[in-house]
């Protein structure tokens, strides 16, 4: 395997993130449509956004997603997202924990985002890899309230220091879900979860899923990019985030946590993944640009204008609420219908109802 400081590889997903931006698939909402109300009988004022996470409360039912940590060069980074999501109240994750608890070093990397945010929503991150003890540690380093554990085996396939076996994933995941005292969240990576394994992972115990389809930070290609000019061919692996959201909702429960995440970087795409049952949306990519490329006001002032542009959408649909939205009339074209069509799901059931 090739020998690469975690450090270096840490500064070059960011870097590559930036360079080679989203997709190059696409998240898929464009083949989603809402019907325009002409009658909605709302104010701005009357639009409630807030939500619950099992008994968590967000006054915003956003999520900036795990994106970097461990090395010192990203505490401004990081401290910068954690201020950022403070201004609005959105939940924030930091990035893969796994190497820091495993090397016991540059905890302060990700300590930053809890000093900044004493009384925000903080999810820890490791690989499903971890054994129970380092995932503990995880979420202690953080006093998290929830903890992200990761899968990417495309990404990992990709890297040329990349794990290449991934036997007893669903096991060791479970032995941390049995052992941990906060809510497990399995999260995808940017290549999306079918059905198939979110049943697995329902009878294993799992409820909280963090979907990560594809669509937004593509991290095979950004792994493709590191050691070669040439294209990966899993650059265009993965289902989308709007496909993978349909997966998601027709097998899970109504206490069953859904987080949207993908490729997501407005209003309006927000909205439709809250018509398709998302409870929280997830997103990274565009916020990190904001900081890195402009500065914090602007990535707070995008994370608003975010908030206001899902209100608007809600008020013409007639949607006061997000259970309101779930229920808003919805057509699909394109695509996603094709591939509804060919998962033999019932599109007029979806579109009449999509809560879980």
């Given at each position: 395997m090739v020998d690469m400081s975690r450090e270096q590889r840490k500064l070059d997903h960011i870097r590559y993130a930036l360079e080679l931006g989203?997709?190059?698939?696409?998240?898929?909402?464009?083949?989603?449509?809402?019907?325009?109300?002409c009658l909605p009988e709302l104010a701005p004022a009357d639009i409630d956004i807030t939500t619950t996470l099992g008994g968590i409360k967000l006054s915003v039912p956003f999520l900036i997603n795990a994106i970097t940590g461990g090395t010192d060069n990203v505490i401004d980074i990081n401290r910068k997202l954690a201020q950022t999501a403070k201004s609005v109240g959105a939940a924030i994750a930091v990035g893969s924990q796994y190497g820091a608890v495993k090397s016991k070093s540059s905890y302060q990397s990700f300590k930053v985002v809890r000093e900044v945010y004493p009384n925000g929503v903080v999810f820890a991150n490791v690989s499903a890899l971890a054994t129970p003890d380092e995932a503990a540690e995880a979420v202690k380093m953080l006093d998290a309230d929830a903890l992200q554990v990761h899968l990417n085996p495309a990404q990992e396939l990709v890297m040329p220091e990349g794990d290449?076996?991934?036997k007893g994933l669903l096991d060791n995941m479970r032995r941390i879900l049995e052992h941990s005292e906060v809510p497990v969240i399995v999260k995808e990576t940017g290549c999306g979860m079918a059905a198939e394994q979110i049943k697995q992972m329902l009878v294993f115990g799992f409820t909280w899923f963090d979907i990560g389809g594809a669509g937004g930070t593509n991290f095979p290609a950004i792994e493709a990019k590191r050691f070669t000019s040439q294209k990966s061919v899993?650059?265009?692996?993965?289902?989308?985030?709007a496909k993978t959201l349909t997966e998601a909702f027709s097998v899970c429960g109504r206490n069953d946590i859904i987080i949207a995440s993908g490729g997501i970087r407005d209003g309006l795409t927000a909205a439709k993944a809250f018509a398709l049952s998302a409870d929280v949306v997830g997103m990274s990519g565009n916020i990190l640009r904001y900081i890195i490329e402009k500065d914090i006001e602007e990535a707070q002032r995008a994370l608003t204008d975010i908030i206001n542009d899902l209100k608007m959408v809600m008020l013409l649909t007639g949607s006061s609420d997000l259970k309101a939205l779930r229920n808003?009339?919805?057509y699909f074209t394109g695509e996603l219908r094709e591939f509804l069509l060919g998962r033999n799901y019932d599109i007029s059931k979806i579109s009449a109802v999509r809560k879980r």
């Amino acid at each position: 395997m090739v020998d690469m400081s975690r450090e270096q590889r840490k500064l070059d997903h960011i870097r590559y993130a930036l360079e080679l931006g989203d997709g190059p698939l696409p998240n898929g909402f464009t083949d989603m449509h809402f019907l325009h109300n002409c009658l909605p009988e709302l104010a701005p004022a009357d639009i409630d956004i807030t939500t619950t996470l099992g008994g968590i409360k967000l006054s915003v039912p956003f999520l900036i997603n795990a994106i970097t940590g461990g090395t010192d060069n990203v505490i401004d980074i990081n401290r910068k997202l954690a201020q950022t999501a403070k201004s609005v109240g959105a939940a924030i994750a930091v990035g893969s924990q796994y190497g820091a608890v495993k090397s016991k070093s540059s905890y302060q990397s990700f300590k930053v985002v809890r000093e900044v945010y004493p009384n925000g929503v903080v999810f820890a991150n490791v690989s499903a890899l971890a054994t129970p003890d380092e995932a503990a540690e995880a979420v202690k380093m953080l006093d998290a309230d929830a903890l992200q554990v990761h899968l990417n085996p495309a990404q990992e396939l990709v890297m040329p220091e990349g794990d290449r076996n991934f036997k007893g994933l669903l096991d060791n995941m479970r032995r941390i879900l049995e052992h941990s005292e906060v809510p497990v969240i399995v999260k995808e990576t940017g290549c999306g979860m079918a059905a198939e394994q979110i049943k697995q992972m329902l009878v294993f115990g799992f409820t909280w899923f963090d979907i990560g389809g594809a669509g937004g930070t593509n991290f095979p290609a950004i792994e493709a990019k590191r050691f070669t000019s040439q294209k990966s061919v899993l650059a265009e692996w993965g289902i989308n985030t709007a496909k993978t959201l349909t997966e998601a909702f027709s097998v899970c429960g109504r206490n069953d946590i859904i987080i949207a995440s993908g490729g997501i970087r407005d209003g309006l795409t927000a909205a439709k993944a809250f018509a398709l049952s998302a409870d929280v949306v997830g997103m990274s990519g565009n916020i990190l640009r904001y900081i890195i490329e402009k500065d914090i006001e602007e990535a707070q002032r995008a994370l608003t204008d975010i908030i206001n542009d899902l209100k608007m959408v809600m008020l013409l649909t007639g949607s006061s609420d997000l259970k309101a939205l779930r229920n808003a009339p919805i057509y699909f074209t394109g695509e996603l219908r094709e591939f509804l069509l060919g998962r033999n799901y019932d599109i007029s059931k979806i579109s009449a109802v999509r809560k879980r």
